[in-house]
């Protein structure tokens, strides 16, 4: 009999003010991204693991993925991310829920009309987020 088990992880959602255990729904293929499914406001958000967990790119960046320091972006006209704007590629962001600062590297469209764009961020790394949702 298959089992009806759900793999889920515990983490904070920025949008409802809460603690959940949130249903794994797609895992990435950079970082070792993990993205979950909130089971209050039904938004999906990245799982990044703590620092100390280790990571199979932890040890640093290549050429395809450079890493950033802070002094190479203009962070004083970073601009808040937030899934519902758009972005441009070179673009400097700071996520607020992360406080942490990134370069917009490439845009993708997933299935369903769904946009994304793919930040290099200083402390974070390279993550996919989603842009555009109304």
Same mark, same amino acid.
């Given at each position: 009999?298959? %089992?009806?088990?759900?793999?889920?992880?515990?983490?904070?959602?920025?949008?409802?003010?809460?603690?959940?255990?949130?249903?794994?729904?797609?895992?990435?293929? %950079?970082?070792?991204?993990?993205?979950?499914?909130?089971?209050?406001?039904?938004?999906?958000?990245?799982?990044?693991? +703590? +620092?100390?967990?280790?990571? +199979?790119? %932890?040890?640093?960046?290549? #050429?395809?993925?450079? +890493?950033? #320091?802070?002094?190479?972006?203009?962070?004083?006209?970073?601009?808040?991310? %937030?899934?519902?704007?758009?972005?441009?590629?070179?673009?400097?962001?700071?996520?607020?829920?992360?406080?942490?600062?990134?370069?917009?590297?490439?845009?993708?469209?997933?299935?369903?009309?769904?946009?994304?764009?793919?930040?290099?961020?200083?402390?974070?790394?390279?993550?996919?987020?989603?842009?555009?949702?109304?």
């Amino acid at each position: 009999m298959p %089992s009806t088990k759900t793999n889920t992880i515990e983490q904070y959602c920025s949008v409802c003010k809460d603690q959940f255990d949130m249903e794994v729904v797609k895992q990435g293929s %950079s970082k070792g991204v993990i993205w979950l499914k909130c089971p209050g406001c039904q938004g999906y958000l990245p799982y990044m693991p +703590e +620092e100390n967990e280790e990571t +199979e790119d %932890s040890a640093g960046g290549d #050429a395809a993925n450079p +890493e950033l #320091a802070l002094e190479d972006l203009d962070i004083e006209n970073a601009r808040e991310y %937030s899934e519902s704007d758009t972005y441009e590629v070179g673009e400097i962001v700071h996520h607020r829920s992360w406080n942490d600062y990134g370069k917009v590297l490439s845009k993708d469209e997933l299935p369903g009309n769904r946009k994304t764009v793919w930040v290099q961020f200083l402390r974070q790394g390279k993550i996919q987020l989603l842009e555009g949702v109304e």
